[in-house]
């Protein structure tokens, strides 16, 4: 008896040393929640939602024609260099991006989820701004009061995430460029995790008062961010935009 106690002793002790198959990596595919940096867009595209704008309708192009900023002149722009004191793009006297252009800015790419049973929190890294994407089953209301964020609702359709936004006011401007659009646009966004680190946006900006076909964006990717380093406390750093501070 000794001698087979032993012997399969000995036996397990061999399949212990044995290489171990390490267990599968897996991810929970709505896990969104953490700190997300916008990964920079490739050599030679514009920061725009991609670089095949509809035509405008005759309204859009009338407001379009009033934008005047450092980027005009490129390619989805069609006016000549203008001077610094001419610009007219709302941030540059500190209002609110707006959106989806706070969503592309490269400067400060640095957004956060946080969810919760009712709703998802976007924070954004620029001017410390949230928007509240609600998941109660809520419809977007046509009586909603006009927001620079707009008023959004949320669900999940299988894996992708997915936020409708309305109620927008139209003095943001959609990108840099200056493209416009009207109180009529519709913002779609559709986020799917393709692996644990890698959230995948693809967005539609639809507003018929503007453009004669939906606007489509690239595929943009974000990547997730133990914490931001930019920030003393690893948090979004306190990105504001102060007028008496930042135009002296």
């Not at 859009?60 to 005047?68: A, L």
């Not at 005009?72 to 006297?93: C, F, M, R, T, Y």
């Not at 900006?205 to 974000?222: G, L, N």
């Amino acid at each position: 008896m000794r001698s087979i106690s032993v012997g399969l002793m000995l036996g397990l002790a061999a399949l212990l040393a044995l290489p171990q198959e390490a267990p599968a990596q897996t991810f929970n595919p709505r896990d969104i929640s953490g700190y997300w940096d916008l990964v920079a867009k490739p050599a030679g595209s514009l920061n725009a939602l991609s670089n095949n704008r509809p035509p405008m309708t005759p309204w859009g192009t009338e407001q379009f024609n009033k934008t005047r900023s450092q980027y005009s002149g490129a390619a989805l722009g069609n006016k000549v260099s203008v001077p610094e004191k001419d610009w007219n793009d709302p941030i540059a006297w500190c209002d609110p991006p707006g959106f989806p252009r706070i969503l592309l800015l490269p400067g400060t790419p640095g957004i956060r989820f946080l969810v919760t049973p009712d709703e998802v929190f976007q924070f954004f890294e620029y001017g410390r701004t949230w928007r509240e994407l609600w998941t109660d089953g809520r419809k977007l209301s046509p009586d909603a009061e006009p927001r620079w964020i707009g008023y959004s609702s949320a669900r999940w359709e299988g894996n992708a995430f997915i936020v409708d936004s309305a109620g927008f006011m139209e003095a943001s401007w959609l990108d840099q460029y200056g493209s416009p659009h009207s109180d009529e646009l519709r913002v779609e966004e559709r986020y799917r995790l393709v692996n644990r680190d890698s959230l995948e946006v693809v967005i539609t900006v639809t507003d018929p008062k503007t453009y004669t076909a939906p606007w489509v964006s690239d595929r943009r990717t974000f990547v997730r961010v133990p914490t931001p380093s930019r920030a003393a406390f690893k948090d979004l750093s306190e990105n504001l935009c102060v007028w008496s501070r930042d135009k002296k």
